[in-house]
C-alpha cells in the first residue's frame, strides 16, 4: 500500500469497524511510511485538492473520530480566526513581496491548501461546522454594534472585508469571495432587521405594549384586501416576492438592490415575465381568445369573431314582441338612477336613441335587426360619453344600462344554445371595450397588459365589480393583484443595461448571484420566511432575548466570513 489517501481509507474502515489493533497499525504505516513521502498535489482533472504528504498525513492520523461535538465545536471556532489570520497575510504578501523581493504568495497559497487538508477531518463533522458558522454569527453580531454598520453600505463593506479574508489557493478568486461576502453582509443586515424587529414587536406584545411604529410596519403584514388579492393572483399563477408576500419594508429594500444589480437580477426578472404572461393569458381568455400577448392581431381576430356572433342573430325577419310597459319600467328605474346626475338635470329620455326605442316597443314589435343595430349605436354613444374629454360619466352609465335592457330582449328571442352564445360574447365584448377604451391598457406591438391602468379602468368604471368586490373574475382579480404587488424596481432596464466583463470572474459572479436570488425567491424560501413571521407571541418571553435584541437589530454584516467557504470551495 503506498499511496496515502488508500491507506487512510483503510485506516478509517477500520476504525468504523472497531478493528482497534488494525487501525492503530495504519496510522503507524501512515506516520513512519508515508508522511516523510511527497504525494500527489492538486488532481487538476478531478478537482480535488490534495497537497503535500506531510499535511495529508497528519490530518490521517487526527484524532478528530475520539472527539465529541464540543470538542470539535471549539477547533472549528478556532479555523474561523487561523483562516482569516492567513488571508491578511495573503493579502498583504503581494506588497511585501515587491519590497523585499521574497516569494510569499505562492507560499501562503500553498499553506492554504495544507490547511484545509488539515482541517478536512474536523470540518466534516456537525460540531466543525457549527463552531465556524457560530463563531462567524457572533462576529456579525458584534460587527453589527460598530457606528454605521446598522445600514446596508456598511453591512457590505463589512461583508465584502471578511469575504477578502477567507485564505485562497491558487485555484481561488478573492474577487469572487469578496463579492459573496458583500452579498451575505447585505442578506445578514436584512436577516438582522427582520428578527430582530420580530422579535421586539413578540417582546413588545408579551409585555402589553403596541411597540414602535417601526416594528409595527415590520410585524403588521399584508392586510386583508392585500391578503385576498394574493391568494386570488396566486390561483391564477402570478408569484410574490418574500418581501411582497410578507410585507416587509426591510426585505424589499434587499430585493430592490438586489433587482438592480445585473448578477442577482435575473430570477426578479422572471417573477416579473411569470406574472405579465398570467395577466396577459386571463386577458385573452376575458376576450375569448387563448393566447398570452394580447397584441393587434389578437385584438382585432376578437373584435371580428364578436362581430360575427353579432351579427347573426341580427335577422330582420326574426321580429320581438315587446312590452311597452315593461321596457316603460326599465327606463323610468334607469332615469330614477340618474335623476339630478345628468347635465342639466336631463332624462335619458333626452336622447334620440333611446326616445326612439321607446317609440318602437310602443308598435307592439321589433325586428331583432333593428335591437341590433340600436344596442350598437348605444354602446358607441356610452362609450364616447366614458372616454371623450367632454362626455359625462353618468350619461355613460345610463345609456350602457339601457344598451343592456336591449340586449336582454334580443337575447330572450334566441334559443338555449344561442342565447347562451350570445350572452358569452357580450361579456366578453364588454371586456374588449375596458381594455380599448385608453391607449395604456393594452401595448398592441408587445402585446402586454399593463395591470395598473386595467386597474385604474376598472375602478373608476365599475366601483361596484372592482372597489367594492363585486365581480371576482379572473380579468378584476389579476388586475387586482397587479395593483397590490407592483413589482419593487421599475422597467426601466437599469440592470440588464450594466456591463459585465467577460472574465471568469464576472462569469462566476452572474453565475452564484443568480442562484443565490433564485433559491431567496423559491416557493419554499417564501414559505419559510412567512412562517418565521408569523410564529406566536411567546418568543418574547424567552429569557434573554431583550439582551441580544441590540445586536440582531444591528445586522449580521459578518455572516459571509463563516459562510464564503461553503459558497467557494
Known amino acids: 500500500m503506498t499511496d496515502l489517501t488508500d491507506a487512510y481509507a483503510a485506516l478509517q474502515k477500520a476504525d468504523a469497524v472497531g478493528d482497534v489493533a488494525g487501525a492503530k497499525q495504519l496510522a503507524d504505516y501512515i506516520r513512519t511510511q508515508l508522511a516523510p513521502r511527497t504525494v500527489r498535489s492538486y488532481d487538476s482533472v478531478n478537482g480535488q485538492l490534495v497537497p503535500t504528504g506531510s499535511a495529508e498525513a497528519r490530518a490521517a492520523v487526527s484524532p478528530v473520530s475520539g472527539n465529541n461535538f464540543a470538542q470539535n465545536a471549539l477547533i472549528g471556532s478556532g479555523k474561523f480566526f487561523t483562516d482569516q489570520a492567513l488571508g491578511a497575510q495573503q493579502i498583504v504578501a503581494p506588497v511585501l513581496d515587491a519590497v523585499s523581493l521574497q516569494q510569499r504568495v505562492a507560499a501562503l497559497q500553498q499553506e492554504a491548501a495544507d490547511k484545509r487538508v488539515l482541517d478536512a477531518p474536523v470540518m466534516s463533522t456537525a460540531g466543525g461546522k457549527a463552531g465556524q458558522i457560530g463563531t462567524g454569527i457572533l462576529e456579525s453580531m458584534a460587527l453589527g454594534r460598530i457606528p454605521g454598520a446598522a445600514s446596508y453600505a456598511g453591512a457590505i463593506g463589512i461583508g465584502a472585508g471578511l469575504g477578502a479574508l477567507n485564505p485562497t489557493t491558487s485555484r481561488d478568486s478573492r474577487l469572487i469571495n469578496t463579492a459573496i461576502g458583500g452579498g451575505l ?67 424589499q429594500q434587499l430585493e430592490a438592490k438586489l433587482e438592480s444589480q445585473p448578477w442577482t437580477s435575473g430570477p426578479f426578472n422572471t417573477i416579473k415575465a411569470n406574472n405579465q404572461t398570467v395577466l396577459n393569458r386571463v386577458a385573452g381568455r376575458a376576450i ?67 326616445s326612439d326605442f321607446e317609440t318602437m316597443t310602443g308598435q307592439g314589435g321589433i325586428n331583432a335587426q333593428q335591437l341590433g343595430q340600436l344596442s350598437s349605436k348605444l354602446g358607441k354613444a356610452a362609450a364616447k360619453q366614458m372616454t371623450s374629454p367632454n362626455g359625462d360619466r353618468d350619461w355613460g352609465q345610463a345609456l350602457f344600462a339601457v344598451k343592456n335592457h336591449v340586449d336582454d330582449m334580443l337575447q330572450s328571442t334566441l334559443s338555449p344554445d344561442e342565447a347562451a352564445t350570445y350572452a358569452t360574447a357580450r361579456g366578453q365584448y364588454r371586456n374588449l371595450m375596458t381594455l380599448t377604451s385608453r391607449t395604456n391598457i393594452v401595448n398592441p406591438s408587445s402585446g402586454n397588459v399593463s395591470g395598473v391602468a386595467l386597474a385604474n379602468k376598472l375602478q373608476q368604471a365599475d366601483r361596484r365589480g372592482f372597489l367594492f368586490g363585486g365581480n371576482q373574475s379572473d380579468l378584476y382579480n389579476a388586475a387586482r393583484f397587479a395593483q397590490a404587488f407592483k413589482p419593487i424596481v421599475g422597467d426601466s432596464g437599469t440592470a440588464t443595461r450594466l456591463p459585465l466583463g467577460s472574465g471568469i470572474d464576472d462569469m462566476v459572479l452572474g453565475a452564484i448571484g443568480n442562484v443565490a436570488a433564485r433559491a431567496y425567491l423559491s416557493r419554499p424560501s417564501t414559505a419559510l420566511i412567512s412562517g418565521v413571521r408569523g410564529a406566536g407571541n411567546a418568543v418574547g418571553n424567552i429569557p434573554g432575548v431583550q439582551a441580544t435584541l441590540p445586536y440582531l437589530q444591528g445586522g449580521l454584516p459578518g455572516l459571509g466570513g463563516a459562510l464564503v467557504p461553503y459558497l467557494t470551495q
Open 185 to 251: 453582509g447585505a442578506a445578514g443586515q436584512a436577516a438582522g432587521n427582520l428578527v430582530g424587529r420580530w422579535l421586539s414587536s413578540r417582546a413588545a406584545q408579551s409585555a402589553g405594549s403596541q411597540g414602535s411604529a417601526v416594528i409595527a410596519d415590520e410585524s403588521a403584514g399584508l392586510n386583508a384586501a392585500q391578503q385576498s388579492a394574493a391568494d386570488a393572483g396566486s390561483n391564477l399563477g402570478m408569484r410574490m416576492t418574500p418581501g411582497q408576500a410578507t410585507g416587509s419594508k426591510s426585505l
Open 288 to 354: 375569448g381568445e387563448t393566447t398570452d400577448t394580447v397584441d393587434a392581431a389578437t385584438l382585432a381576430q376578437a373584435n371580428d369573431r364578436l362581430g360575427q356572433v353579432f351579427e347573426s342573430v341580427r335577422n330582420p325577419n326574426s321580429i320581438v314582441a315587446t312590452n311597452p310597459q315593461a321596457t316603460r319600467a326599465a327606463l323610468d328605474q334607469i332615469d330614477n338612477d340618474v335623476r339630478g346626475l345628468l347635465p342639466g338635470n336631463g332624462s335619458i329620455r333626452d336622447n334620440p336613441l333611446v
